[in-house]
Structures are given as structure tokens and as C-alpha cells.
């Protein structure tokens, strides 16, 4: 019975690992996917002020709707 008990427990901590590994995974390509939107091309150079600003907002729109999304227990499990 404790064999099978401890195997039960590893195989469930090996899916919440995995889980948790996924996550950051898609965390990761999400940072990534901002990162590149706000520093693609020079920010300080030759685009405009306006253009600038823009894509900055762009950017913390996804983050915020990335957040509201997976700040919700659901989208943990």
C-alpha cells in the first residue's frame, strides 16, 4: 500500500512540474513577444515621438491583457 500510495504522489508532483513548466514556457514566448515589439528599431532615434509612444502602449496593453487573463485559478490548473 505505501508503494503505491508514493507512487501515486510522484506521478502527481511529476504533472504539477510539468504544468508549472508549461507555464513558464508560455511566459517566457509572452516576454518574449514584448520585448521584441518594444525594442525592434531604434526607439530613440528615427522614429517619432508619436510611434514611440504608440508601440509602448502596445506593449503594456499585452502585458495587462496577458495578466488579466492568467491571473484567474483556471488558467493555473
Same mark, same amino acid.
Given at each position: 500500500?505505501? *508503494?503505491a ?5 510522484? =506521478? ?15 511566459? =517566457? ?22 510611434? *514611440?509612444?504608440? *508601440? ?10 496577458? =495578466? ?6 483556471? *488558467?493555473?490548473?
Open positions: 500500500m505505501l *508503494t500510495g508514493f507512487g501515486v504522489f510522484i =506521478a502527481r508532483l511529476e504533472a504539477i512540474v510539468d504544468r508549472g513548466a508549461d507555464v513558464l514556457e508560455h511566459i =517566457a514566448a509572452a516576454v518574449d513577444e514584448v520585448s521584441r515589439s518594444v525594442f525592434k528599431g531604434n526607439l530613440m532615434g528615427s522614429i517619432s515621438p508619436r510611434s *514611440t509612444n504608440l *508601440t509602448l502602449r502596445n506593449a503594456l496593453a499585452k502585458v495587462d491583457d496577458w =495578466a488579466i487573463v492568467h491571473q484567474r485559478p483556471e *488558467t493555473l490548473c
